[in-house]
Nanobody, 114 residues
Framework: VQLQASGGGLVQAGGSLRLSCKASGLNFRLNTMTWYRQAPGKQRELVASITSSGITDYVDSVNGRFTISRDNARNTLNLQMNSLEPEDSAAYYC?????????WGQGTLVTVSS
């Protein structure tokens, strides 16, 4: 299983970014997919998840600003991030669990300047 994240960058507060995660080596449409993030000196936290049937869930701090989605035809997970805040600055990781094993992408860095 490979997860390849992309789309991070530097943006001003109030701006937007769209992260993507290309998955391979698994039956993507059957998996719950998740975005995590980790800021320097902080624990990794779950940001958003989407089940195989499209049910989504978000951490309170991003609810209403971030939208997770999936394109099963392209084996791609997305995270649309709007109204970004400096507190959103972190390395963002896509994650899935397949055959009882956790798989992580390499992370993509998001920096929000004030």
């Amino acid at each position: 299983v490979q997860l390849q994240a992309s789309g991070g960058g530097l943006v001003q507060a109030g701006g937007s970014l769209r992260l993507s995660c290309k998955a391979s080596g698994l039956n993507f449409r059957l998996n719950t997919m998740t975005w995590y993030r980790q800021a320097p000196g902080k624990q990794r936290e779950l940001v958003a998840s989407i089940t195989s049937s499209g049910i989504t869930d978000y951490v309170d701090s991003v609810n209403g600003r971030f939208t997770i989605s999936r394109d099963n035809a392209r084996n791609t997970l997305n995270l649309q991030m709007n109204s970004l805040e400096p507190e959103d600055s972190a390395a963002y990781y896509c994650n899935t669990r397949w055959k009882a094993v956790n798989f992580w992408g390499q992370g993509t860095l998001v920096t929000v300047s004030s």
